[in-house]
């Protein structure tokens, strides 16, 4: 039974529900797996739990086009 793990800051439940499926149903269509076999579950993490490039996603903003900006200074 495949068990994806998704590491997600977090979402509203309706968005969880939407991954979820989209990863079931993925793995029904990829590797022949029924739905009722698939596990999906989220880690929710605050952005002052994870960093990248030695820096705090606190410490960042989501621009409109996706990206990350550079981190904010103390």
Not at 31 to 52: A, G, Y
Request: proline share 8%; glycine share 4%; aromatic share 14%.
């Amino acid at each position: 039974m495949p068990c994806i793990h998704v590491y997600i800051f977090p979402r509203e439940e309706e968005e969880y529900a939407k991954i979820a499926k989209a990863f079931t149903e993925d793995l029904e269509k990829i590797c022949n797996i029924p739905k009722q076999n698939t596990h999906v579950i989220f880690f929710d993490l605050p952005r002052n739990r994870w960093s990248w490039g030695g820096a705090l996603y606190s410490k960042r903003r989501l621009l409109p086009t996706g990206e990350w900006t550079e981190p904010e200074e103390d």
